[in-house]
């Protein structure tokens, strides 16, 4: 563990703790976005460039900007009265912590699974685009299809019917 | 022809005079000063390019206006940026009461820093590149991606409706051409088979006769340059694209609540990501630093990639001379109507012109699959549109 992971680690953390404890929401959001940079940095940091890249492409090109567009055409951005936390807090810590509980285990037991592997396996961008539009062709279409079918059912559902002219 | 110690050194002088000054210091520290010299290099060259650009710019639009422009300060007023930098870094940097501090600091910064790193990737002449990356192009357009958050921090924080309305316009706009300007550049992606810029001006630099296999030179290269060029207008919020911060109906938009240096390092991340992504069009579609005919390539070759990137921004200061503004339905319309439509179909030529190997015939179908398109879409389809009042259909 160098110490560039523990920056990139302190910086996720903390934009993802900002995230959930600041008052207002746009700042929230913005500390999300923090936290989706401080990832594509540890994907950048395990040279894993596609990914890295890909997720400032999508989550701060596209995420953040979708997630702040959602926060002012709704509610506006005017600050809570109250804390931010609501009541039922303590379920919340329970469920999160059993997600982490899950996730640790799963990951510490893949590395007794897996063998250890000496040669970190090279993957290039090249690598990645030959096996999304050949091995995983089929996939990809039906990821293709589901989004395009969920674009325009939002579109039906957001567009209201327009009147017709009354005979 | 052009392998004389001569011509060897000038192109590559910059390189060699990076190298001789790195040579001063210890083996273990040259790797890292080569970068730092890099990014210094970088980081003075364009601002100052930005400072030339605007005297350019005001003293082009003047002629368009049939007026003088600036010719006060200095010799043909070419010390004008000089007194504009000093006169913003002297002004009050005002922070409206209401403004949200932070973020109103920030976003200035934000576009600045994501702009810059642009640069990283583009070549600027042969070896002329900072980080030769695998995903070069990726990587370009993610750093394109964070632009869009400094303006809509920018434009929130100020707490003002002129600001908020020209946030929300730019992203928009932002988003719709983004999209546009991708896939333009994946169609050059799918020929040359690489993301890596260097990679694709290599595959661009070769000759038949005299004349450069630059990709405009190609049916599927017009046309996406076109769209490139169509999308970048609108990426950069340049005229008729300027509705963001349309000065008559949202005063100057997301940085209505700027002044002072603020203000001035919005005006320069305005102008970087015009040089960057003019570097970008030139690299991908105008065969980046190669010359344009193969007896003027004992020129220098990064003479030849700021000529390219000059030319360009002369030409969208020709365009902000010349064209009005579009409305807001209308830049809708216009992009995900006609402009994306067009950028897929020639997706398709682009694919087209690859399977069908060397011949004439692939110049004859892939032109006449465009033309027809064009005909049919942007002259049939388009006079279909009735361009008149606007019908607000979200907000009666």
């Not at chain 1, 302190?10 to 989706?36: C, E, P, Q």
């Not at chain 1, 609501?86 to 509980?101: D, E, K, M, Q, Y």
């Not at chain 1, 089929?138 to 079918?149: R, Y």
């Not at chain 2, 929300?168 to 690489?194: D, F, K």
């Amino acid at each position: 563990m160098s110490p560039i992971f523990y920056l990139l680690a302190a910086l996720t953390i903390g934009g993802g703790l900002a995230a959930v404890l600041l008052k207002n929401l746009v700042h929230a959001a913005l500390a999300t976005t923090v936290a989706f940079a401080g990832l594509a940095l540890l994907y950048l940091e395990l040279d894993a460039q596609f990914a890295g890249f890909a997720q400032i492409l999508v989550y701060i090109g596209a995420v953040a900007i979708l997630i702040v567009f959602a926060i002012l055409l709704t509610r506006g951005s005017d600050l809570p009265k109250d804390s931010v936390f609501s009541r039922t807090w303590a379920v919340g810590l329970v469920i999160a912590a059993a997600v982490f509980a899950v996730l640790a285990w799963a990951v510490l037991q893949s590395l007794r699974a897996v063998p250890q592997q000496m040669a970190v396996p090279a993957v290039t961008v090249h690598d990645i685009g030959n096996a999304l539009v050949g091995r995983y062709v089929l996939p990809l279409e039906i990821v293709g299809l589901l989004l395009t079918a969920a674009t325009v059912g939002a579109v039906i559902v957001a567009m209201h019917e327009k009147e017709r002219p009354k005979p | 022809m052009a392998t004389s110690p001569l011509f060897t050194h000038l192109d590559q002088i910059f390189i060699l005079l990076c190298d001789w000054l790195v040579g001063f210091l210890p083996a273990a520290l040259r790797p890292a000063a080569g970068v730092v010299l890099g990014v210094v290099a970088i980081v003075c060259l364009f601002p100052a390019l930005f400072a030339l650009t605007t005297v350019f710019e005001r003293k082009g639009l003047g002629r368009i206006q049939n007026r003088l422009g600036p010719n006060r300060v200095g010799p043909f007023g070419l010390l004008q940026p000089i007194a504009d930098g000093i006169k913003s870094l002297t002004k009050e940097d005002v922070v409206p009461l209401s403004a949200n501090a932070a973020v109103h600091f920030l976003a200035p910064l934000v576009l600045v820093v994501a702009v810059f790193m642009g640069f990283a990737v583009l070549p600027m002449g042969r070896n002329m590149v900072l980080v030769d990356m695998d995903a070069g192009l990726l990587f370009f357009f993610a750093m394109g991606a964070a632009t869009e958050l400094s303006v809509f921090m920018a434009g929130w924080s100020s707490r003002n409706k002129y600001s908020l309305l020209g946030a929300m316009r730019a992203v928009a706009q932002m988003i719709s051409y983004e999209v546009v300007l991708l896939l333009s550049s994946v169609a050059v992606v799918m020929i040359s088979g690489s993301l890596s810029l260097p990679k694709i001006v290599d595959a661009q630099n070769t000759y038949t006769g005299i004349f450069p296999h630059w990709y405009i030179f190609t049916p599927w290269g017009l046309a996406g340059f076109v769209m490139y060029a169509i999308a970048a207008t609108a990426e950069t919020n340049r005229s008729p694209f300027d509705l963001p911060e349309g000065e008559s109906e949202l005063v100057a938009g997301y940085h209505t609540e700027y002044s002072g240096f603020k203000f001035a390092l919005f005006f320069l991340g305005e102008y970087l990501a015009m040089f960057s992504i003019s570097g970008l069009g030139t690299t991908l579609f105008l065969g980046g630093w190669s010359a344009p005919f193969s007896f003027l390539a004992f020129i220098p070759s990064w003479i030849w990639f700021f000529s390219k990137v000059m030319l360009s921004i002369f030409v969208f200061i020709w365009m902000r001379g010349t064209l009005p503004r579009l409305r807001q339905d209308q830049l809708m319309n216009f992009a995900w109507k006609f402009v994306l439509p067009f950028t897929l179909l020639n997706l398709f030529v682009t694919a087209l012109w690859r399977f069908m190997g060397e011949g004439w015939l692939r110049w004859v179908v892939c032109s006449a699959i465009l033309a027809a398109a064009y005909v049919l879409m942007g002259r049939i389809g388009m006079r279909s549109e009735h361009f008149g009042p606007r019908r607000y259909r979200y907000a009666e």
